[in-house]
């Protein structure tokens, strides 16, 4: 069993900055793809941004050139760089790692960007 956990949410201003983490653990012997999700109310989930185990990255078109996902193989954790925030990037942010051939979610990091 895996377990994720994020943290970095919060509130910002239109333009501003924000790093989310996403921590796993458990029973980890190596993390294939990497990936961050966002959900507003009543929305499907959208896919934000993914990372193969070699580092090869995409992008969903409404974040390219404002986001960036890294990952740390040895601490076992992926990060979300956003910058030039919009109103429109306002959602629960939910990490997702994949693990022996099985997909985990966390609990989600509220970002709220106002205007």
């Known amino acids: 069993q895996v377990q994720l956990v994020e943290s970095g949410g919060g509130l910002v201003q239109a333009g501003g900055s924000l790093r989310l983490s996403c921590a796993a653990s458990g029973s980890i012997f190596s993390i294939n793809a990497m990936g961050w999700y966002r959900q507003t109310p009543g929305k499907q989930r959208e896919l934000v941004t993914a990372i193969t185990r070699r580092g090869v990255a995409n992008y969903a078109d409404s974040v390219k050139g404002r986001f960036t996902i890294f990952r740390d193989d040895v601490k076992n954790m992926v990060y979300l760089e956003m910058n030039s925030l919009k109103p429109e990037d306002t959602a629960v942010y939910l990490c997702?790692?994949?693990?022996?051939?099985?997909?985990?979610w966390g609990q989600g990091t509220q970002v709220t960007v106002s205007s």
């Open positions: 997702n790692v994949a693990v022996a051939g099985r997909v985990y």
